[in-house]
């Protein structure tokens, strides 16, 4: 839709009032004096001058014919041409013949005479002229009433009401009612600018509001969540100690066995509160990035290392193959490797004795590519479109029988996409599960 600017329409509705009374002044000034004509009001008045002059003779010389109604037709015809009109009046100022019957003259102006024979006044003649100026002024008031009144509607139509409309939609957005109508165009520029940039705003707070609502539920759900998994190893270990206490283990074989079972339940404890601590960090805090140059094959390297005890015990072999020289990158390198860690440890725990674990890197123009692929049962396909879900732990091999809150690889993508990367998870042609990733090289 076409609009026009605020100071345009103003312009426009000023020469509007301008215009409209000058076009009601011409036009009433044409059917008075039939000529547009403003210059010629002297001649104008000398030819009323000349047919008021010539009637009051033809009326004076047949003041016997007064009452003839022949006399009297033709006497309005001559009126009538001239535009004029008149009343006779008798000596006792009864009235014998007016021009037009039943019409105050009050806000015209008139002439007067006496009409005389025989040394005795026999009436009086009142001509009424064309109040030409009377008329051109009320057709001047009339002209501007009529502007001022349609530039007003126009200014409701176009200003007042848009406004009030965008007043009532902020009104009701402050009372917490996201169910705002859509507001239709309109027809001036800064308004329909106004309104743009409004419903911006107000589709940006209904998407605020809807993941406010989303983090409070998700909020609410890890907590649940992760105190239900802290509950399970912390009843473990109160059991063992329980025992230790009681005496249970009455043998240096069952101590060191329960000992080793309270130190196992309690590594899963650190487990699951440095997870929630770091997803929390990393989900709502959004703590800025300590940022610095990193060689992300080192990164990885450190994270194959870190997890190659665990991998020895189950006899997986980790291989790994970076391919480039220059995989720098630009992150915090604490983020960095908890993600890969987290990778590392997934792959690890996934994957059956025996198994492989084949870690490569490489540079692909401005990004650094890393893909970690494991032998293990992979990912369902149901699972797919939920493996970065907080707290979501698949089916079968993938569940709490094998460790951890769940939060790991939610963490790991986060972290990548604050490096403004990618971290996909797919399931390798052969066999396992395959993530793969992405971050911006330092050379970008």
């Known amino acids: 839709m076409r609009t026009v600017h605020i100071r345009t329409f103003t312009m426009l509705g000023l020469l509007f009032i301008l215009l409209v009374p000058w076009i009601f002044f011409l036009t009433a000034h044409f059917l008075q004096t039939n000529t547009l004509s403003l210059g010629g009001n002297q001649l104008q008045k000398q030819r009323i001058q000349k047919r008021v002059s010539e009637i009051i003779h033809l009326i004076g010389t047949h003041a016997d014919n007064w009452t003839d109604p022949i006399w009297q037709n033709e006497l309005q015809t001559l009126l009538r041409e001239a535009k004029l009109d008149a009343v006779i009046l008798n000596a006792s100022d009864q009235e014998i013949y ?90 001036i520029t800064e308004i329909a600018e106004v309104r743009n940039g409004f419903e911006v705003m107000v589709e940006g707070l209904q998407q605020s509001f809807q993941k406010q609502l989303e983090m409070e539920e998700e909020r609410r759900f890890v907590i649940a969540a992760v105190a239900h998994d802290l509950r399970t190893p912390l009843f473990a270990l109160r059991g063992y ?30 487990r699951l509160v440095e997870d929630l601590f770091t997803f929390t960090k990393v989900e709502y805090l959004e703590a800025e990035l300590n940022r610095s140059t990193l060689d992300l094959g080192f990164i990885l390297q450190k994270a194959v290392d870190n997890l190659r005890p665990l991998a020895q ?39 059956p004795s025996d198994g492989k674990i084949l870690v490569q890197c490489e540079k692909d123009e401005h990004k650094v590519i890393f893909t970690i692929h494991d032998t293990g049962p992979g990912f369902a396909s149901d699972e797919l479109g939920h493996v970065f879900e907080p707290l ?43 993530l793969s990733g992405w971050i911006p090289s330092a050379t970008a």
């Open 98 to 187: 007016r021009s037009q019957p039943g019409r105050e003259r009050a806000w015209q102006s008139s002439e007067q005479f006496s009409m005389i024979g025989d040394g005795q006044v026999l009436g009086r003649v009142v001509i009424y002229l064309p109040s030409s100026k009377a008329v051109s002024m009320i057709a001047v008031v009339s002209g501007l009433l009529l502007a001022v009144m349609i530039v007003a509607v126009a200014m409701r139509r176009l200003i007042l009401k848009p406004l009030d409309r965008m007043s009532r939609a902020a009104r009701q957005l402050a009372s917490g009612d996201w169910e705002i109508q859509q507001l239709p165009s309109f027809r």
């Open 241 to 270: 100690l329980d025992g230790i206490e009681q005496g249970i283990a009455d043998s240096p074989d069952k101590l060191a066995k329960y000992l080793a079972a309270c130190k196992e339940k309690s590594a899963q404890l650190d």
């Open 392 to 434: 979501y732990r698949g089916e079968a091999s993938r569940n709490r029988s094998t460790g951890g809150a769940g939060l790991g690889l939610s963490i790991s993508q986060r972290i990548i996409k604050q490096h403004g990367g990618e971290l996909a998870a797919g399931n390798h042609p052969d066999q396992g599960a395959l």
């Open 313 to 351: 015990q189950k006899d997986i072999s980790v291989i790994m193959n970076c391919s480039a020289d220059d995989l720098r990158v630009i992150g915090d390198a604490h983020l960095l490797e908890r993600a890969l860690n987290n990778i590392m440890d997934n792959a690890v725990r996934h994957t």
